[in-house]
T-cell receptor, first 113, second 114 residues
Framework: QQQVKQSPQSLIVQKGGISIINCAYENTAFDYFPWYQQFPGKGPALLIAIRPDVSEKKEGRFTISFNKSAKQFSLHIMDSQPGDSATYFCAASIRTSGSRLTFGEGTQLTVNP | NAGVTQTPKFQVLKTGQSMTLQCAQDMNHEYMSWYRQDPGMGLRLIHYSVGAGITDQGEVPNGYNVSRSTTEDFPLRLLSAAPSQTSVYFC?????????????FGSGTRLTVV
């Protein structure tokens, strides 16, 4: 049972465009939502994260939007660049479960020059 | 610092063979975990450990064993390899309870079972 569902599976965007990746979760006990970025041949790395007490968090060109009532959150990449081409994973965790993370299925983003 | 080191990077096994995937970290992280990555299925948790001598099962533990005799090492054992275990395996570590600190992942082991 996939507790965190991610879409789309793949995404192609032109340079300068906006990339949007969506995630939905089922367990209302989740209280921490990170996004990880993975380049080919590498392990994932933390990109940005949000807690449910805020509706938006922005770091540079990357923004997380969070909708607690809908149990959804999304990653927006503004002014997408070819260097942003990677696989993106959303994830979720519960404070009482310590450091355990549940990941979404992943989105392969390609930014064309 | 080397971070998280996984060996080997690539491995081909025959069905029924056993092997151990090695994972070592030099950051004194309490929490270590193993994930497998398959197309369209994301990262699925196999086993994890919150400290030396303590391990627990994740989502997909069948066919795998782990042990944690030291803080630094967390090997993953495939008991009798099956084609369904063909995957890319990642080891990750972090501070226990340090969710906002983020996971440090190794570079992965690509395993093919024929």
């Amino acid at each position: 049972q996939q507790q965190v569902k991610q879409s789309p599976q793949s995404l192609i965007v032109q340079k300068g465009g906006i990339s949007i990746i969506n995630c939905a979760y089922e367990n209302t006990a989740f209280d921490y939502f990170p996004w990880y970025q993975q380049f080919p041949g590498k392990g994932p790395a933390l990109l940005i994260a949000i807690r449910p007490d805020v509706s938006e968090k922005k770091e540079g060109r990357f923004t997380i939007s969070f909708n607690k009532s809908a149990k959804q959150f999304s990653l927006h990449i503004m002014d997408s660049q070819p260097g942003d081409s990677a696989t993106y994973f959303c994830a979720a965790s519960i404070r009482t479960s310590g450091s355990r993370l549940t990941f979404g299925e992943g989105t392969q983003l390609t930014v064309n020059p | 610092n080397a971070g998280v080191t996984q060996t080997p990077k690539f491995q081909v096994l025959k069905t029924g063979q056993s092997m151990t995937l090695q994972c070592a970290q030099d950051m004194n992280h309490e929490y270590m975990s193993w994930y497998r990555q398959d197309p369209g299925m994301g990262l699925r948790l196999i086993h994890y450990s919150v400290g030396a001598g303590i391990t627990d099962q994740g989502e997909v533990p069948n066919g795998y064993n782990v042990s944690r005799s030291t803080t630094e090492d967390f090997p993953l054992r495939l008991l009798s390899a099956a084609p369904s275990q063909t995957s890319v395996y990642f080891c990750a570590s972090t501070r226990q309870g340090g969710r906002s600190y983020g996971y440090t992942f190794g570079s992965g082991t690509r395993l093919t079972v024929v």
